[in-house]
């Protein structure tokens, strides 16, 4: 049976998604006997252009340089995938707004300085794209779960649930419960509630849950921040979305 070719590329990002996948070890090795992956910067030499039965991008495409090749991988791969919260969401880079962007590379560069980043926006900004690989970085197990799927001719899915149902897996304290922020309750589940085990908050990096119940959290956050209602805690709650959230529709329809 002919093995699918796979390439993965990166963009602007800090490639920790993609040590992820080299941190999969055998598993990444049972699975590399299944695939035939042509084209890996970071993994190997060996470098084909395709056309691509799957292509794993991570990293938000963030010049026009990293805009024209995706639109040229588009349009040579049959399944083109994101990986990671850069490439899902616009991830840490899309923390910071163009007009911010344009802000601190004059006071960082100074006037003279031609910057080539515009703005880090999801590469669904510019293409369609198949399937997401959420998180920051991405789980192992999500990455091998999806995969698998691929590789049975099946679509992958994403987890029906949302980051709480795992948290009560894990014994932890409801945070909320708490009167202590968190966006476990609107974000996608397959993370195991990470953050929260650690001692954190949820900040959404799974991406937001089918029908998320923006406006229902928004009430809570909107007690439980301090003061309540004012604009301390409305810029309080924004940085909760901001980290993660802010490039998605729900952002501007219920925060901003
Ligand atoms: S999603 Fe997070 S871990 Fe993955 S490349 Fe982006 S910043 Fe790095
Ligand atoms: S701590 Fe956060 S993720 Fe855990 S159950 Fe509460 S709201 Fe959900
Ligand atoms: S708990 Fe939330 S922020 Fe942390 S990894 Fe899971 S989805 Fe991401």
Not at 90 to 99: E, L, N, S, T
Not at 112 to 136: E, M, N, T, W
Not at 142 to 170: H, N
């Amino acid at each position: 049976m002919t093995k699918p070719k796979v390439a993965i590329y990166d963009f602007t990002d800090c490639e920790g998604c993609e040590v992820e996948i080299v941190s999969l070890r055998e598993k990444l090795l049972i699975l590399e006997s299944r695939l035939n992956i042509v084209d890996w910067r970071l993994g190997q030499d060996k470098k084909e252009s395709g056309p691509f039965d799957i292509t794993i991008i991570e990293g938000t495409p963030i010049t026009q340089h990293e805009i024209d090749l995706l639109k040229k991988l588009r349009k040579k791969s049959k399944v083109l995938i994101g990986l990671g919260a850069c490439a899902t969401l616009g991830g840490i880079p899309a923390i910071m707004d163009k007009k911010e962007r344009a802000k601190w590379y004059k006071k960082i560069y100074g006037e003279k300085y031609k910057p080539r980043g515009i703005d880090a926006l999801p590469l669904s900004a510019y293409v369609q794209v198949d399937f997401l690989i959420h998180g920051c970085p991405v789980n192992g197990k999500e990455v091998v779960r999806i995969i698998e799927d691929l590789l049975a001719g099946k679509t992958p899915k994403y987890q029906g649930y949302s980051v709480c149902f795992e948290c009560k897996q894990e014994n932890n304290p409801c945070r909320l419960l708490n009167e202590k922020p968190c966006l476990g309750p609107i974000t996608q589940g397959g993370c195991q509630a990470v953050c929260v085990s650690g001692g954190s908050a949820c900040y959404g990096c799974f991406g937001l849950r089918e029908e998320p119940e923006i406006k229902n959290l928004l009430k809570i956050l909107n007690k439980i921040t301090d003061p309540p209602g004012n604009e301390a805690s409305k810029k309080e709650i924004e940085r909760y979305f901001t980290m993660f959230l802010s490039r998605t529709e729900e952002y501007k329809k219920y925060v901003k």
